[in-house]
């Protein structure tokens, strides 16, 4: 049991929650969306920003603090291993705003829905910097020369996604497309598989349960990501 990837292949990989879940990290679905009490709408979207900046940053700093504790797990390093070998035909679209693929030793990653640990001004150009730190109150909240509140890194419900230029020109490349652990309902990350469909590529999902658009890939393997992707990715002849 192996995903073939030939030497003339491009490999797009999308991770979602899933592929950090054996990591420690919660994924977004059950528990009512709740998140250790946080409703996901009052926290993550601009219009929660601008009505309780204080509890946006709360939310990512409890974030900040649980993720720093978190190591990559198989899945991760199995990933790291495949970009080893196919080098500049591969690539890594992650929506997880967690840095374990980087931890695991991946360099060819886009962070289409933002980073954890980076923080931006929410006014100017400044460009993203790192920031580990957490904030607790409002007065706590560090401004920007211009004025502006630092806010996080994170692309929020009605923002547009990073990357995007480079995902469908990655996406317009792709020979194999591998989804794992996401549950293909938030867009447009959920839609990328039909356009490799669309140009004949090999369309493969990996994750624990059945997602919303698993009738789009052609291969399914249902089980956790820490297992199968070692054992469907990494031992492939590449
Ligand atoms: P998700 O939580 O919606 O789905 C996670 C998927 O991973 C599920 O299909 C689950 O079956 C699977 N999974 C769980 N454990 C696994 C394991 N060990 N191995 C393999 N698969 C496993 O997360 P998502 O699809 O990444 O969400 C997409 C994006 O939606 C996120 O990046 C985030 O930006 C955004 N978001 C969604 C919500 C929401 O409520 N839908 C909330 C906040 C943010
Ligand atoms: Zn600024």
Same mark, same amino acid.
């Given at each position: 049991?192996?995903?073939?990837? @030939?030497? %003339? ?8 929650? @899933?592929? %950090? ?8 679905? @059950? ?15 601009? =219009? ?60 060819? &990653? ?8 980076? #923080? ?15 904030y607790?109150?409002?007065?706590a909240i560090p401004r920007c020369?211009?004025?502006?509140r630092i ?14 230029? =480079? ?10 497309? &591998? #989804? ?46 820490? =297992? ?7 031992? %492939?002849?590449?």
């Open positions: 049991m192996a995903i073939d990837v @030939g030497e %003339s292949d491009f490999l797009f990989v999308l991770t979602g929650a @899933g592929v %950090s879940a054996e990591s420690g990290i919660p994924t977004f679905r @059950g528990a009512g969306g709740l998140w250790e009490g946080y409703r996901i709408e009052e926290v993550a979207c601009p =219009e929660a920003w601008e009505a309780d900046p204080e509890l946006v940053w709360k939310f990512y700093s409890w974030r900040r603090q649980k993720a720093l504790a978190c190591r990559p797990n198989p899945a991760h390093v199995a990933l790291a291993e495949v970009e080893k070998r196919l080098g500049e035909r591969m690539v890594i679209c992650t929506q997880n705003v967690d840095e374990l693929h980087e931890a695991a030793g991946s360099r060819r &990653v886009l962070h289409m829905h933002g980073r954890l640990f980076q #923080s931006r001004c929410e006014k100017c150009e400044r460009p993203p910097f790192p920031d580990t730190n957490s607790e109150t409002l007065a020369a211009c004025g502006g806010r996080p890194h994170i692309c929020w419900f009605g923002e547009v996604p990073f990357h995007m230029e =480079e995902i469908f020109a990655a996406l317009g490349r792709t020979t194999v497309f &591998v #989804s794992i652990g996401t549950s293909g309902v938030v867009y447009p990350a959920a839609a990328f598989v039909q356009s490799v469909r669309a140009r004949c590529g090999k369309t493969v999902y990996i994750g624990l349960e059945a997602p919303e658009n698993l009738p789009l890939f052609a291969e399914r393997y249902l089980g956790k990501a820490g =297992e199968l992707v070692p054992r469907l990715l990494a031992i %492939s002849d590449l």
